[in-house]
């Protein structure tokens, strides 16, 4: 079987190295075409991979390719490992090829602005952590793709670095991201306290070293981590390795950054803050499964986790006006779905929506990136409206996206959103706990919210009359900031405000033509009919749930999610398409609190941000400066108050102490030698 | 004993160099100090590439009676515990020299000034390399000396006061250590009956690591108040903030960068290979003091308006980690600590540097002065960019090996030390980023905006130009070795294998540990 993956991670990093030292000086054509090409070439060696992964079956498609040794500590041995098998392979091919379009897509995007070669080898920068994210086959390398990603995240949020909110924003999303890192170290040191190792191969996978001397060993790998380490311990890392899937993954109660990561350009939010990164928590379960299975307490957590947030996000994403926001709590309520689905067991259900969820909401990203584009910079949706004439084909990727999101038949959002809601109805019915089908009433119920925002946001911006100011083109959002040039007063005044408002040309539309098509046949490669995505992973990610495919229960379900999509759109008809939205401000104190974003922000400020502020300057004054400043200009002046008579030797001069000192260690030494 | 005396090259090279920095005219005595570094560091680059890693003990050792009577002899020797701190003292000499290029130009006191750097040099290469405990303890002397000179004569306004605290701090510490020192010697020698030595590999034969646990533990007090002082561990720092925001770029670099790692080497050399009942009753302490000082000096950077005080938080906050490291007495704490050593002293150079830098473009170092000066300096933004995400631990540059291995460590020793000193990762991002986004992101503002407009001259600073070649130059061996070390920090874990794993055995040997069940695959 061919293996290329050290290639998949060496061209982007090429790239990035290529583009960050030498990109100032090279032309425009130029850092397109090696930004976007070396993601071409991984994207062509990922296929290659998997096509070759097709054509073997079982333990072959799992290979490790060790590069060099990292450390050597004692008993911990790390090595550079490199681990492919379906569950990489299908990530690789995600990551390079939705961002390789994204690559393009930004050609086109990025055109006007100053900071092109850096913006380019930032995203090759992503792109090679990424890979190595989910392409390492240890523990401690995944740590290391883990933070690379988070680190091209903040480079790129803080990509116009003269914007204070921008930074913040980026400032934010990194010191977050890190208590989820925090999560990971400890877990990788609990990991190996525990067994010694933090090789996949050894930790997730059919390992028989873990066997109890002398007995029967289980075949199930989970059971036998259970069995060698213990339930409480397998469930303290279980919960450490979710602290860092949460933080990535933006889930309550880390999920503060996402929003405030939108201050970026929108092709990293397309790539970064929906498509890849902050899927990299729902990688993670996936590939950690054994050590979740092994304590089921952390699936109920994660289950908690997934609902609590796929209602939260949906709920704020109903109210919010700037339409990157909207879309970003929209990913954060779709990875929550993610999570439900792998809490019920359902892992390649997971990864599956992974998968379509990249398809749909990078372009969703992409068409609201086109919007801006062509408005200057504009994101209100306020301001917005009637952009259907104008934007054609922005509106159809648009509708095509948000079909998926909503997961509306046939779309791909649809099959994968049904296999996750399914499993969770299958868990319930089969442990007949209570607390699954409360999780599976927040899917529903997330399934309708999401109806509504995802087409209150397509009618408010592409339906009704435009009300918005005039158009002055300059390229896109980061211009925003510069004085606009005034048209002339007389002449523009009976002038469309739209006039000069133009489709976006084909760097752009054809990533977007491309993401539309796969948002339409992108759930055919595992339906109910034909799981066959589901079963290609099964060597990764463990014998899938059953489903109830055919049955009663597997019908109402279907029905049940898409009559609540469908509900949902129903009501922004009525309210935003029917006729001309209003935005006024509500006094229903619910929509408050959602205006608010339940106020979290400012609670995290108040409760921990501020207090350790406010700790710090306090130790600063009184035990820095009081205690121990204090207390050595005290012990000093006593010194020299009581040494008054010996003021001759004070001379001041710190050789003369010097000397002392040395003189006296000469006395002493003296006296040892004469000593009998 | 015929072989190439190459611990005393490197050793008196510096010392060479200070003798023609005397003699020689400014300029001149620049370069042949310079010259003389770059030898001593190919000296210690080509004693790294004929290091046996399979060796435990002392290798290259060169023993020379020079005070019989006393014990004394002139006695050097490295293993893995000195190795890279030799390369890293030399390293430093070389970017510290060359960093003074504008001492040298601008002459006020220049000759004083390398006399005393290289003399200090040479005072760091022998606390590291002496075998002989009255050997070391005149190195050791010999290096402060030099130091409370560069900072007294060279430092800032408040240079005078910095210094006093600083002869005060360390003069303290080191006589206790020198009561230390003899003591065990007469101990030794009573014990065992056999003459009175100071030779550490004697001291050792003649039973010197199985004193009684009274015994140990005063010795243990007696040096960790030298060693606690120099590493600036909580509460005995207070030294350090004046006297690093005080001195000069280049004496920092030498004093952050190498002289805090002799108190950390110290720890390793004498407490924990001299003393191990004594550290591993200690060890609790001493895991309380470094985990109180992580967080403690993490906390106090976080809120610094001065980032040179930042920084010289920064530093201490660091250097208890690797303390936190070596006191969890297993393979991973020890390693990672020496590890952490030489990525530190890389680091915390880097960093001063870049602070001396921006505070000679701007003639500021407040934060609230600062705003948006990557526009127009990006190379030293992407520079100091680079060096703030490894400070910050980023996994895959140097700082988050040595950190990794030494919180390993300490979270195998004590889960309670391991989770609160890797917490610090959180406040360490907050901190560099506040630091790094202060200066060089947000709008222009402040000095930064009106930093034209500051003749030439005054104030330090002359216009706001972009990282010069020289300065590049200086900074540039220190940026390779962050990425380098950070790609196969095994290069250098592999070389201390043999020797920790020598020394730890006797500490652990009469612990009791509690037989988990769970531990069937042991690990050092």
């Known amino acids: 079987m061919l293996n290329l993956t050290p290639l998949i991670l060496l061209f982007p990093l090429i790239g990035f190295v290529l583009l960050g030292l030498f990109g100032k000086r090279l032309p425009k054509a130029l850092i397109s075409l090696i930004g976007c090409g070396v993601v071409l070439l991984a994207f062509a060696c990922a296929v290659a991979d998997f096509v070759s992964m097709l054509g073997v079956s079982g333990a072959a498609q799992s290979s490790n390719i060790t590069i060099f040794n990292w450390v050597t500590s004692g008993g911990l041995t790390i090595d550079f490992t490199l681990l492919s098998d379906p569950l990489s392979a299908v990530m690789l091919l995600i990551v390079t090829g939705v961002g390789f379009l994204i690559h393009v897509y930004s050609i086109g995007y990025m055109a006007d602005d100053d900071g092109y070669w850096r913006f380019f080898s930032f995203l090759n920068l992503f792109i090679f952590a990424m890979t190595l994210l989910v392409a390492a086959g240890n523990f401690l390398f995944l740590l290391v793709g883990w933070a690379g990603v988070g680190l091209a995240s903040f480079l790129l949020i803080g990509y116009w670095y003269t914007r204070p909110s921008a930074v913040a924003a980026a400032r934010k999303a990194f010191v977050v991201n890190v208590i989820g890192d925090f999560g990971l170290m400890l877990a990788i040191f609990l990991l190996f306290k525990t067994f010694g190792t933090l090789n996949y191969s050894e930790l997730l996978y059919n390992s028989q070293r873990w066997c109890p001397r002398g007995l029967e060993c289980s075949f199930d790998q989970a059971a036998r981590l259970a069995g060698f380490a213990g339930q409480s311990t397998m469930l303290a890392i279980a919960l450490l390795l979710l602290v860092a899937a949460v933080a990535k993954s933006a889930q309550l109660p880390l999920h503060v950054w996402l929003p405030d990561a939108m201050e970026g350009p929108t092709p990293v939010s397309a790539l970064i803050h929906a498509a890849t990164m902050v899927t990299a928590g729902v990688y993670l379960v996936a590939r950690a499964h054994s050590i979740f299975q092994a304590a089921p307490a952390s699936l109920a957590v994660v289950a908690v986790i997934g609902g609590a947030s796929a209602l939260f996000a949906a709920t704020i994403a109903c109210v919010q006006t700037d339409i990157k926001r909207v879309l970003a709590y929209s990913t954060m309520s779709q990875l929550a779905y993610m999570f439900m689905g792998e809490a019920a067991g359902g892992f390649s259900g997971g990864i599956f929506h992974l998968t379509t969820h990249a398809y749909f909401k990078a372009l969703l990203f992409m068409a609201a990136g086109a919007v801006i584009h062509a408005l200057a910079g504009e994101q209100d949706m306020r301001k917005m409206g009637g952009l259907r004439h104008k934007l054609p084909l922005t509106f159809w990727c648009f509708v095509v996206g948000g079909l998926a999101l909503a997961a509306v038949f046939p779309f791909d959002g649809f099959w994968s959103k049904d296999t996750i809601l399914s499993s969770v109805l299958e868990r319930a019915t089969t442990s007949g706990d209570f607390g699954w089908y409360v999780l599976y009433a927040a899917g529903i119920l997330t399934a309708a919210l999401t109806g509504f925002y995802t087409f209150r946001l397509i009618f408010a911006v592409f339906l009704g009359e435009y009300r918005g100011p005039e158009i002055v083109p300059h390229g896109a959002e980061h211009a925003a900031s510069a004085p606009a040039s005034r048209p002339n007063g007389r002449n523009a005044a009976r002038r469309d405000p739209l006039a000069r408002v133009r489709e976006v040309g084909a760097a752009m539309a054809v990533p977007m033509l491309i993401l539309a098509a796969l948002s339409i046949i992108g759930g055919f490669y595992d339906t109910p009919i034909k799981p066959w995505l589901n079963e290609f992973l099964v060597p990764s990610t463990g014998p899938a749930v059953e489903l109830p495919n055919g049955s009663g229960l597997f019908w109402f379900s279907i029905v049940l999610s898409l009559a609540a999509a469908l509900l949902g759109i129903g009501i922004a008809w009525a309210r935003y398409g029917s006729r001309q939205p209003r935005f006024a401000p509500s006094r229903n104190p619910f929509v408050i609190l959602l205006e608010h974003r339940y106020y979290v922000d400012d609670l995290y400020d108040r409760a921990i941000v501020r207090p350790i502020v406010a700790l710090g300057r306090w130790l600063r004054r009184d035990v820095e400066g009081v205690a121990l400043d204090g207390g050595t200009r005290g012990v000093g002046g006593l010194i020299g108050g009581a040494s008054k008579g010996l003021r001759a030797l004070q001379t001041g001069y710190v050789r003369n102490y010097a000397l002392a000192i040395f003189t006296g260690a000469v006395l002493i030494v003296l006296y040892y030698v004469i000593r009998p | ?524």
């Open chain 2, 1 to 524: 004993m015929n072989q190439f005396p190459i611990l005393s090259v490197i050793l008196f090279l510096p010392l060479l160099g200070a003798v023609g920095a005397a003699l020689l005219p400014r300029m001149a005595g620049w370069g042949w100090s310079l010259l003389v570094t770059l030898a001593d560091l190919a000296f210690c680059l080509a004693l790294i590439g004929q290091f046996s890693t399979t060796t435990p003990g002392y290798q290259f050792t060169e023993n020379r009676a020079w005070l019989p009577g006393v014990g004394v002899t002139y006695a050097l020797g490295v293993d893995g515990v000195n190795l890279f701190l030799l390369a890293l003292n030399a390293l430093l000499t070389v970017v510290a020299i060359g960093a003074s290029w504008n001492v040298a130009r601008n002459g006020d006191r220049s000759r004083e000034y390398f006399v005393l750097l290289l003399l200090l040099s040479t005072g760091m290469m022998g606390v590291f390399l002496a075998t002989n405990l009255l050997l070391f303890y005149v190195f050791w002397e010999l290096m402060l000396v030099p130091a409370y000179l560069l900072v007294g004569m060279f430092g800032g306004p408040r240079r005078a006061y910095a210094a006093i605290k600083f002869v005060l701090y360390t003069a303290v510490g080191s006589l206790l250590m020198l009561v230390g020192i003899i003591a065990l010697g007469a101990i030794v020698s009573d014990t065992s009956h056999t003459a009175f030595t100071l030779d550490l590999p004697a001291l050792l034969a003649h039973g010197a690591a199985s004193l009684p646990r009274e015994t140990q533990i005063w010795l243990f007090l007696a040096f960790f108040a030298a060693f606690a002082v120099k590493v600036g561990l909580f509460p005995l720092h207070s030294w350090v903030p004046d006297a690093y925001s005080e001195a000069p770029a280049p004496v920092v670099v030498l004093i952050a960068g190498v002289m805090a790692k002799t108190g950390a080497y110290g720890f390793v050399r004498f407490n924990l290979g001299v003393f191990p009942t004594a550290s591993r009753d200690l060890a609790t302490l001493m895991g309380i003091l470094s985990v109180i000082g992580i967080l403690y000096f993490a906390l106090q950077a976080l809120v610094a308006q001065d980032f040179k005080r930042l920084l010289a938080y920064v530093s201490i906050s660091h250097m208890s980690v690797i303390v936190l490291g070596i006191f969890a007495l297993n393979t991973q704490g020890v390693e990672g600590g020496i590890l952490q050593m030489v990525n530190h002293g890389i680091l915390i150079a880097a960093l001063f540097l870049i602070a001396a830098y921006i505070e000679a473009r701007t003639g500021s170092r407040r934060l609230a002065d600062f705003g948006g000066m990557a526009k127009r300096t990006p190379w030293l933004a992407a520079v100091f960019m680079i060096i703030t995400l490894a400070t910050l631990g980023l996994p895959g540059l140097n700082s988050f090996a040595g950190e990794f291995l030494a919180f390993l460590g300490a979270f195998r020793a004590s889960v309670v030390f391991g989770v609160l000193g890797t917490l610090v990762v959180i406040p360490a991002a907050w901190y560099m980023l506040r630091f790094f986004q202060g200066v060089m992101e947000n709008p222009e503002s402040g000095t930064v905006a009106t930093a034209t407009d500051i003749p030439r001259g005054r104030r330090g600073g002359a216009k706001l130009s972009d990282l010069r070649w020289g300065e590049f130059g200086v900074l540039l061996p220190l940026l390779v070795l962050t990425i380098v070390l950070g790609i196969v920090p095994g290069l250098l874990t592999a070389r201390m294998e043999s020797t920790v794993q020598h020394m730890l055995p006797a500490i652990t040997a009469s612990h009791t540990a509690p037989v988990l069940p769970n531990t069937t695959t042991v690990q050092r």
